[in-house]
């Protein structure tokens, strides 16, 4: 793949990294588990590639949630106000919550213009492989949600074929009756009708109900 060609597949120029600005993330799952591997990894590694650390984030007993990644939410701040030229991490696991997040990310940097290194993983995206690897992940999140997106729709079919209902409870008959009975022998409005049968049933259905219960009939022919 040419190194001018974006992941969507537009020409743009080639990105060149003239700063050594690095930020280094690392992160470990639990308070037991130290970094210290990950730090002299990436400590080595740019001082090889005569990178400058300017800044580190570490997250520490940190799910793969969005809200237990706060040094990586600070890493992404600093990202966008242009502070950093090269971020720098030991595996794409300790960085991403998985492959969409990953693509998401990658595809940020090379917007931003920001230089993204692995070094477990040998991906480098001011590299023509690390370019390409663009392409690679972007193909394995696609099929990744279109495999998530065959397996529900193929599980939704055979529960059809064995008679289950799918989606929201069907409302009791006797609840339908209430509703058609309050709204043609009141003047209540949807809410007053919801609360009237303990919110048994939405307020979007009550109102469908209401609206079919009130109106008026077709004059006999």
Known sequence: MSGKEHLSGRRRAVPTWHGTRTALYLRVSTADQKPDLQYDGLRAYAARAGLDIVQDYCDV???????????????MTAARRRDLDCVLVWKFDRFARGTRHLLMALEEFDHLGIR????????DTDSPMGRAMFTI?????????????ERVTA????????????????IPKRVVSEIEA???????????IQARIAGQASRGIVGQITKRARAPSPPSS
Not at 182 to 192: E, F, I, N
């Open 61 to 75: 007993a940190a799910s793969g949630r969005r809200e237990g990644r706060p040094q990586l939410n600070a890493l």
């Open 137 to 149: 992940i972007g193909a394995m999140a696609e099929l990744e949600s279109s495999l998530i997106s």
């Open 182 to 192: 309050l709204a043609t022998s009141t003047d209540l409005s949807v809410r007053q």
């Open 155 to 170: 599980g939704m079919r055979a529960a059809e074929a064995r008679g289950k209902h799918l989606g929201r409870p069907a």
């Open 116 to 123: 993204f290194v692995s070094v477990q993983d040998q991906v």
